[in-house]
């Protein structure tokens, strides 16, 4: 193993942060248990002499270093024990108390001065830890700068399991920086733990991992946490019990919790109300999700019952008088923020329910639900009441979508851009430092600092830097790169698909299937996995979807055959998926992950304020991912597509629920589609309902070859008549072929050419119409020179896997 990382600046220790109750992870931590029998690698030197320890040294280490470091080792450890040996105390661990040492920001090496070099002093000091006669706090251990601590820590154990341990993250396929980390985690908790490896426990190392992070010893920020491939290492090689978490970070995250926990850690005094609930969640929950309980908890307990305790401390049933739901009803219309709470209706319904619910099962179950009944004292006005506030909340959602529309193509023209520009500024990584580079209207100096030097060294590639010469910043190329492709792929699969944003998450490799048709024709097909409905349904892939998928994949699969395994942590259910070839994931440190929707919508925001600055349309914007779902069922259902095939490619199991989501011309639509529906069943008879025949199935697929056109392709919905009367150049429908950019040309100078003849005739309605069809045929010309610039794609070709039988 090569030369560890270096000793970290440290910070001020990080302030002390009032620890909610509702803060848990899967493993409490803890510091190891005191061994029976501390290890003890080279006999028990607590009192040993320093010609003793200094000979003990030379014996351990005479194999791995060079005679000049022996010299140093040995003449740093008599110097500092030396140093020691003025302090009281029997033992060397006793002395070092002592001294003052064992203590944050008091490194060994300031004692050198005018005594030798103050590596020495150091190198004395790794010698004390390694052969356990010093066991130093974790802030001492972390206040010390040594040079590779784990090779010499590794020598002096002896220990057969430790070794497996570092050939196991020897073995590991990551960066040598991320190893070096590794072994250095396992040996510091071990040093300052004073254990062997054996007796490493997952509770005793994520409490080292938790103490780096609030002492600010991580080598970044307070948020850090040590140990994420350190603890993947060793649950791999089976140290760990297999009912452990696979990694650090699954650890982290917050459990799932019986009903009885979610309902004890809000603390009601009533303890009779706090078992009904807890009873009445456990009946509830067997047919809802893990998130949606959780609500459900805390409006029962919290935003209820707890506000009712506090109105009135001796209520000891949920009969209610009317002054007490007065006062209850005024105080949950603001939260415990001081902020207005917007949704009071659902809280209204929730509690609602809730005591129907004791009422209808008091009927059946007298003896365990009966002393619990009670009326209502929710009246039946405000469940009207909020009706009309259901419908002013609707409008405000139609009223952001009607804003978001016109902006859509300025949003995606500027994810588009940015990206576009990024790329060609990572293309030109190759430019020696100093050198300009012109992309687009802008220069850019390309850069290397002393911070990539040291990632080069660290990692084995540095990131590309240049300096923008119209702004004067700084711009990390490689992860300017990365971020604003993301953008696009996010922004660019939500506009085409009207996706969940869980679902945007869970879109794999699996997802993108095949239809082959009997003439030949493949037609892609995207697989929406069960989400909100728990209805798998299938989105119909477009040209500009198909290739956002397709860089997606490129970009996954560079340097490797497949797309790489991730995992995906579901914030609803709070569980760790299995490994799986997820699209939307990307490299974090040591591991790949999948986004999580807040990283997403930070990633929209952050674009917006970048609109912001040159739109004004933008200003005191949020986009949030449901927000496209919005604006894709609006273009669908505007567009003519009937609205029941809209609500199947979204996924709602109602239609109503489809017209919620379209804020323009919503009112006409409605009234289109329900006449429409009126002729279609006054004009067929009972008996046509009935299963497909092969010849309609046929002529169902021949419906699509019905769709060619001259300059495209025809984009209605089946078994619908063309509105324009094939006057395809005004169509909203036509989706124009890049290859026929010259046939508009062509259509174009004969439509100007018309538009000649009608001037000098005087024809003013022709005139107007062939302006109008001009405008069409610019916007159509205008869409298709942007698809004519999207790179080609190679994903490469699959190759067939050979048999077990051909492989023998």
Known sequence: MSKTLSRPKLRPARPEIPKTKFTRTAITPAPAPAPAVPPRPRGILDAATIEEICQVATVTWRSTDAPSRTRSRASGLRR??????????ETWQERFESSGLNARARPVRDLAVGDGPRAWMTQGLEALFCLRILQ?????FRSNHFTDYPKAFRTAQQDDVLEGFFAAVEAADVA????RRAVFDVSAALTTQGIAFADLTPEAFLHHARITRDGGLAAYSYSTYVGHLAWQVMHEMGHFLPSVPSTLRAVLRSPKLTCRQLVERHDLRNEGVSDLLVQYLERRSHDMDYSTLKTLT??????????IENINPDQRDLRLSESIYQQWHEAIQTRDSGRPRRDVDSVLV?????????QAWSAHEPERWAQWSAPCPIPHREIRAGAKRRRRNRERIADQTRRLQPLLPVLARHVEQAHRTMSSLLAAADTLPGEIVAVGSRAYRRLFTPADHRRARMHGAANVRFLDLATGKAINATLTEDTTFWQWAVVETLRHTGVRIEELLELSQLSIRQYQRPNGEVIALLVIAPSKADRERVVPVSAELFHVLACIIRRLTLGCSTVPLAIRWDE?????????????QRHIGQRNEVMAAGAVRGMLNRVCRQLAEYDEG??????????????FATELVNNGLPIHIGAALLGHLNLETTRGY??????EVVRHYQSHLARRRAMRPQEEYRPVTDIEWTQFEEHFDKRRLELGNCGRPYSTPCSHEHACIRCPMLRVDPRMLDRLAEIETDLLAKRARAETENWLGEIDGIDLTLSFLKGKRKEALRLSRLPVVDIGIPKRREAPSERA
């Open 350 to 358: 929730t509690v609602r329910a809730f005591y129907y619910d004791i």
């Open 618 to 631: 933008f200003a005191d914007l949020r986009v949030a991912p449901h927000d496209f779902r919005r604006l």
């Open 176 to 179: 040598r920086h991320w190893k």
């Open 662 to 667: 379209v804020a323009v011309f919503e009112e």
């Open 80 to 89: 500092l024990l030396g140093r020691l040996a003025t302090q009281p105390g």
């Open 136 to 140: 130093p706090t974790l802030e001492a």
């Open 572 to 584: 609803h259910e709070r569980v760790t998926t299995e490994p799986q070839p997820f699209l939307f």
């Open 298 to 307: 805390n409006t029962l307990s919290h935003v209820f019952w707890k506000k």
